[in-house]
């Protein structure tokens, strides 16, 4: 006999997907977040301050044993940037943003040539051989774009460029780094992917918006020097790309400031609803609290941290218990490190973990429910998808239960073989503000947030009574 959900249990989830649809404590923890804090990177005096909203959030929310659990971390602080182009006769400042991580150039910055290369791919096929490279001695340009998905498949793809960029560049020689921003912004994005007729209309007015250029955490290896990384709005990209397409001999002139390693305490932020037979094993249900220092952190991710907090007021309030905890984890600095995960970890490991799952998508329509468990817990997952079916979520999967938690979640997933829920947000317009100063209250779509509090609701409190457990998952 395969495992079930008893009616009764069922029954309450249904009744709690109905109540999540109908509570407005999201979008006023948002508001709170966004517009109270702001952005808040990890390690800053913002980042203290969300904690401590956090906490005084998630008490009124009728939840237990709240609490903050410090670490310590190394952070890096951006300073000043500013970068020219020259182009025959032309010079125009950029928009730019420098990438989470990187040095700062000497005084006086730097001015050379521009090495152009359409995307990463075409910079590792250059040769490696010292002095060979036209990367050697010039600042290397990645003109990798990011293409609009539903999925986040495109953001996959093009990140590398961002990631990788500084190591490739500086293994041929090259003086400093700059890519088109990883991000659809400036983008029409009106083709291809099916977006509500809400979405589309936002559109118009993104394309009008100032252009912006997308941070994110860059790394170096040992192996080459650390050389200043940069990106530049998709537009200044476009324009950059026009003149290398017309043969034009391309310079950049830039200065960056910036501060790496500087030791700063952070917290992941933590509160639960107690479980009854079996309140030892845990179902957490996270977010990230961090965001980058531009912005509000709205979508990225102050969005997941009042659906899941939401959810958890939202069974809270209905007040039955579930057998195992319900515990909310917003994690400190996922942006630039993941320390908020290794530390939980650390910490956690010994627990048994019936369940990871993150909201960390922004605030978009959730589409689809996946699983990372045990087979044998796959009937359990079916009757979840069944609950969360009227809210508009497929269950695509079949029996291919791969799927991916979010950032912090799949850490530990793979870490500590936690299985894992997870649910798929439509990303459509997510990157077009995402890590940027756009990120804000005022460019976000808050119309899905019921929805997603709703399914948050019902899918923690049924991993939480599950007559089995979900784990370990097959990774
Ligand atoms: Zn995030």
């Known amino acids: 006999m395969p495992p079930t959900y008893a009616d009764a249990d069922l029954a309450h989830a249904r009744a709690l997907r109905e109540r999540g649809l109908a509570d407005p404590a999201a979008l006023r923890l948002l508001r709170e977040l966004c517009t109270g804090i702001g952005a808040r990177p990890a390690g800053s005096p913002a980042d203290a301050q969300a904690q401590a909203w956090a906490r005084a959030a998630l008490g009124q929310l009728g939840l237990e044993g709240v609490r903050a659990e410090e670490f310590a971390l190394r952070v890096w602080q951006r300073g000043p940037a500013a970068a020219r182009l020259l182009a025959q006769d032309m010079s125009r400042p950029l928009t730019i943003a420098a990438l989470g991580n990187s040095v700062a150039t000497a005084a006086g910055g730097i001015d050379a040539e521009v090495a152009w290369y359409p995307d990463l791919a075409a ?22 774009r990011t293409e609009r998905t539903r999925d986040g498949r495109g953001y996959g793809a093009a990140v590398g460029a961002r990631i990788n960029g500084p190591v490739e560049a500086a293994r ?169 995960a290794l530390d939980y970890g650390n910490r956690h490991k010994d627990e048994p973990h019936q369940l990871v799952a993150e909201s960390d998508f922004g605030a978009g329509r959730l589409y689809a429910f996946t699983s990372r468990v045990a087979s044998a817990a796959l009937p359990l997952a079916a009757q979840v998808a069944q609950v969360l079916a009227p809210l508009g979520l497929a269950h695509p999967e079949g029996g291919r239960n791969a799927g991916s938690p979010g950032p912090d979640a799949a850490l530990l997933m793979r870490r500590h073989r936690w299985p894992a829920l997870a649910l798929a947000q439509d990303g459509s317009r997510y990157f077009d503000v995402h890590h940027t100063a756009d990120d804000t209250l005022e460019r976000l779509d808050a119309g899905a947030l019921p929805q997603n509090v709703a399914a948050w609701a019902a899918m923690a409190w049924l991993a939480a009574q599950a007559p089995v457990s979900f784990g370990p998952p097959a990774l």
Do not use: C, K, M
């Not at 590792?124 to 990798?144: L, M, N, Y």
């Not at 992917?193 to 589309?200: L, M, Q, V």
């Open 123 to 144: 910079l590792r096929a250059d040769t490696t051989e010292p002095g060979r490279s036209r990367a050697h001695g010039r600042i290397v340009f990645i003109d990798q």
């Open 172 to 340: 041929r020689g090259a003086l400093a780094l700059a890519i088109r921003s990883i991000g659809t912004s400036g983008t029409s994005g009106i083709d291809g992917i099916g977006g509500s007729g809400a979405t589309a209309s936002a559109t118009t007015g993104a394309a009008a918006a100032a252009p912006v250029a997308h941070t994110g955490a860059t790394r170096y290896d040992l192996s080459v020097p650390r050389i200043p990384a940069f990106a530049v709005s998709v537009r200044d990209a476009e324009l950059i790309a026009a003149q290398q397409a017309a043969g034009r001999p391309l310079r950049l002139q830039f200065t960056l400031e910036a501060r790496s390693g500087v030791d700063a305490r952070s917290a992941n932020v933590i509160a639960e609803w107690r479980g009854t037979d079996l309140a030892h094993e845990v179902v957490l249900i996270g977010a990230h609290l961090d965001s980058w220092d531009v912005g509000q952190g709205a979508q990225d991710n102050g969005a997941g941290v009042a659906i899941v907090s939401a959810a958890a007021g939202v069974i809270a309030a209905a007040g039955r218990r579930a057998r195992r905890t319900i515990r909310v984890v917003l994690f400190g600095n996922e942006e630039n490190g993941f320390d908020g």
